[in-house]
């Protein structure tokens, strides 16, 4: 059994990228399609779609390419990990690649980019960093 989903779903997202899938199928969490929102608000995938078959959900992730046929995304990393869980600061997630990139944050008002989260001065679990 898979135990971190998220790390899972971000491995799918970067190898269909390199493959340059057009879609990759993810299993669901409630957390993946909160980051899949924020990834599709900065504009790193077309969109995403959540699917029920039977009993079990899964969300059809829709990349995204430039002009060139290259993906947009250049790097999804994982930052905290069930085995060693990451928690910053508003003041610590202000600026991520000098604006480039995109780091999110799950915070007590919800999953949020890192841009987002300074706004509105709340900080907490960093899930990722893409860009």
């Known amino acids: 059994m898979?135990?971190?989903?998220?790390?899972d779903?971000?491995?799918?997202?970067?190898?269909?990228?390199?493959?340059?899938?057009e879609v990759t199928k993810l299993n669901y969490s409630r957390?993946?399609?909160?980051?899949?929102k924020v990834f599709q608000e900065k504009g790193y995938i077309e969109g995403y779609k959540?699917?029920?078959?039977?009993?079990?959900?899964?969300i059809n992730v829709?990349?995204?390419?430039?002009?060139?046929?290259?993906?947009?995304?250049n790097e999804v990393k994982r930052i905290s990990k069930p085995g060693r869980r990451v928690y910053k600061g508003y003041e610590d997630i202000k600026n991520f690649k000098n604006g480039f990139g995109t780091i999110v944050v799950?915070?007590?008002?919800?999953?949020l980019a890192n841009d987002e989260a300074y706004r509105q001065k709340v900080g907490g679990e960093v899930i990722c960093s893409i860009w």
Request: glycine residues 8%; hydrophobic residues 40%; aromatic residues 4%.
């Open 62 to 73: 829709t990349l995204k390419y430039d002009e060139n046929g290259e993906s947009v995304i």
């Open 9 to 21: 779903g971000l491995t799918r997202i970067r190898n269909a990228a390199l493959r340059k899938l």
């Open 106 to 111: 799950s915070t007590n008002k919800g999953v």
């Open 50 to 58: 959540v699917i029920e078959d039977g009993n079990k959900k899964f």
């Open 31 to 36: 957390l993946m399609e909160d980051v899949l």
């Open 2 to 7: 898979m135990s971190d989903i998220i790390a």
